[in-house]
């Protein structure tokens, strides 16, 4: 879609060359949604690209994801051998409303930042412990864990102006053993509830990250495996206003959709 109030683009090779910010001005980095509607309030866009940011910086630590990293970046991504959650990052990819083609120029930040229950990226990130590197203007930067940025559906922690750099995955949550469940009324429909148990091999930590059912991110860490009765106290002590109603699906089906995952998930890591 063309968007006809546009009137400047900004293309700074620093992010100190954005010297300004007002209303009416917008971060351009995939565009997927940004072009998606109109942008009535919008007549000036940063173009993002031009800092080329190195999409994904793998370490000893971890992975530094950058907010411009695109889908089909990380859909690609090599990993290390014993980064046993790795092929989680090709599930969440997978876990799109979008095409294929739409993974060539959605990024992952963009994904996040829009914080709709639904985002795959809110969901793989949560549950792989990720931490986001938030550039306000005239600040120091700070660190937000994903689950604590994003605060609703469709509401974060982001202030005017700030810009996200990365999200930075560690080594010790890529090293876990997972498992993966999610469901759609249709085969490529939007996620109505999408749900991570993650295992430490060598500590028996057990995190279950409940996503895409509930309005945010939650996620419950045990000693051990917990038991079916612990999972299932879990569930039911999520309030029924948590979770997203909409056409896909009301608050009462997801959750019993939640208890019907977080089981399944509890069986499979304890086996």
Partial sequence: MDLNTITEIQRPSRVEDVKEWQNGYAYLAGGTWLFSEPQVNTHTLIDLETLQWPSLTATADGLEIAATCRVIELENF????????????????HSFLASFKIWNEATVGGNIIMSLPAGPMISLTSALEGVMTLWPRGGEPRQVPVLDFVTGNHQNVLQPGELVRSIFLPAHALKKKYAFRRFTLTHLGRSETL???TLCPEHREFVLTITASTLRPMQYRFDSVPSAAEVRSVVEGIPLDHYLSDTHGSPEHRQHLTYYFSEQIRQELSA
């Fill in 78 to 93: 090599a990993a290390p051998p014993d980064w046993l959650a790795a092929p989680l990052l090709s599930e969440c990819c």
């Fill in 195 to 197: 749900i991570i148990g």
